[in-house]
């Protein structure tokens, strides 16, 4: 099958390099025309397991290429996917203005029967508004091309990409059109090769979908950052309390380790997003926003911590003469998205109250760059930052970090203090090691740090 898909970023270069992998012939467009230069040289803008070597090899065998010129995209192709950004705008709202400019885009060059697919997180009701921009500019046109307007929204998971999209948990098609419903099922059946997890559903059902999945993941982590600091107040352990709750087939595990709080370039913006809609329905989602409110606190929690053992007198700057060790810069491991990432927000409250930061990252340290500057050190070497550090903070949980040189780390530091933010370690065997040890939730002996 031929596709476009509009947009070269995370989201459609993945769905780009799998559709190929699948034997469809793509090609991926943008308007950037330095990244698509870029792309065509083997470059790829993100990180992302196995993906460089999908990219190559289906560009290598002729399925996969990269353009600006959508006109000769959309003309070439059954199917048209749109996979651009739709950044929050002011008041939390998801800015529409790329996804509609391209459906426009679609309109003005289509030259006979299309599939336009929403791929980017959206709205409910953006399905109706697309389908009006491309009538719209087929009517300037004086042309009378038939259409097809689908949602299919993204379920991927920064790190894991690859797999979450060829070997999928569910594939929403919204659609009330048959003969469109199974051309997206041939498009996807390739990837349902030991259990069929399509589901079809109308347009606005399937925009609903994907708010809604990502509110309730953003809910299971802030509902398992205050468990945490409630085991704090009482006693208790968040790691057997998590392990209790989780047994239940009805919870289960996932999405329940305490943390610095959730980033990246979707809970964040798609809990605005979801608040601002049912805003605009006069609906008041006070759940959500206290997920939200808890998150941003949460963020907030390891420099307190920090802030609790080191600090000095001085309110403003109780940090000053202090060097804290960063391990840990993107949202998550196995990617170098800073989107939002916890560790931002930790810094920069750590550089006000007049630390020196010093930072680690398997990945993220171009990214981290662009967000600090100078105002931060960096090392490509895990161990180098320690060297008479303060303190150890961890942000990220990236393997390289779950099973260290303890003795190095102790050695390296002026003093054996670790504040985890991803609960890594045990924190009997910390003590036994000589550090002082400060999870997210967890005591020794029945000892908590509060902070």
Request: hydrophobic share 40%; charged share 25%.
């Amino acid at each position: 099958m031929k596709i476009c898909i509009f947009g070269a970023g995370y989201v459609g270069l993945v769905a780009a390099a799998c559709f190929a992998e699948s034997g469809n012939s793509v090609v991926a467009v943008d308007v950037d025309a330095a990244k698509i230069d870029g792309l065509k040289q083997g470059i790829i803008p993100i990180y992302e397991p196995g993906l460089k070597e999908m990219v190559l090899r289906n560009q290598a065998e002729g399925r996969l290429s990269f353009t600006i010129d959508m006109a000769e995209a959309v003309q070439n192709s059954l199917v048209c996917f749109i996979a651009v950004g739709t950044p929050p705008g002011e008041d939390g709202s998801a800015d529409l203005k790329y996804v509609l400019g391209v459906a426009r885009d679609i309109g003005r060059t289509m030259n006979g029967f299309r599939i336009i697919v929403d791929k980017s997180t959206v709205p409910v009701g953006t399905a109706d508004k697309v389908r009006a921009a491309v009538q719209e500019e087929l009517a300037t046109r004086g042309a009378a091309f038939e259409f097809d307007v689908v949602s299919n929204p993204e379920f991927l998971k920064e790190g894991a990409a690859i797999d979450d999209f060829m070997k999928p948990d569910r594939v929403v098609i919204g659609t009330d059109n048959v003969r469109t419903a199974e051309i997206m099922k041939e498009l996807y059946d390739p990837f349902m090769r030991k259990q069929n997890r399509m589901i079809v559903m109308d347009i606005r059902s399937a925009e609903m979908t994907k708010y809604a999945a990502n509110a309730m993941l953003a809910t299971r982590i802030s509902f398992m950052n205050q468990i945490a600091g409630l085991c704090e107040r009482m006693g208790a352990d968040v790691a057997a309390v998590r392990e209790g709750i989780g047994s239940d087939s009805r919870i289960g595990y996932d999405f329940l380790f305490p943390g610095p709080g959730y980033g990246g370039s979707c809970f964040p913006k798609d809990v605005k997003a979801f608040i601002r809609t049912a805003e605009e329905c006069n609906y008041d989602f006070l759940l959500l926003k206290a997920v939200e409110d808890v998150n941003e606190r949460q963020k907030e929690v390891l420099a307190d911590k920090l802030i609790k053992a080191l600090g000095s007198p001085d309110e403003e700057r109780p940090l000053t003469g202090r060097t804290i060790a960063c391990w840990g810069l993107s949202f998550n491991p196995r990617t170098d998205d800073m989107r939002e990432a916890p560790a931002i927000t930790i810094i920069e409250r750590l550089l006000a109250a007049g630390a020196t930061v010093r930072a680690h990252d398997p990945e993220a340290i171009k990214e981290a760059r662009k967000q600090f500057g100078d105002r931060i050190e960096y090392s490509s070497n895990q161990y180098e930052i320690l060297e008479n550090a303060d303190a150890l903070a961890i942000i990220t949980d990236w393997s390289e970090y779950r099973n260290p040189d303890f003795d190095r780390i102790k050695a390296a530091l002026k003093s054996p203090l670790i504040v985890d933010g991803r609960n890594l370690y045990k924190p009997d065997r910390m003590a036994t090691a000589g550090f002082r040890y400060i999870p997210l939730g967890r005591c020794s002996g029945g000892i908590c740090e509060v902070r």
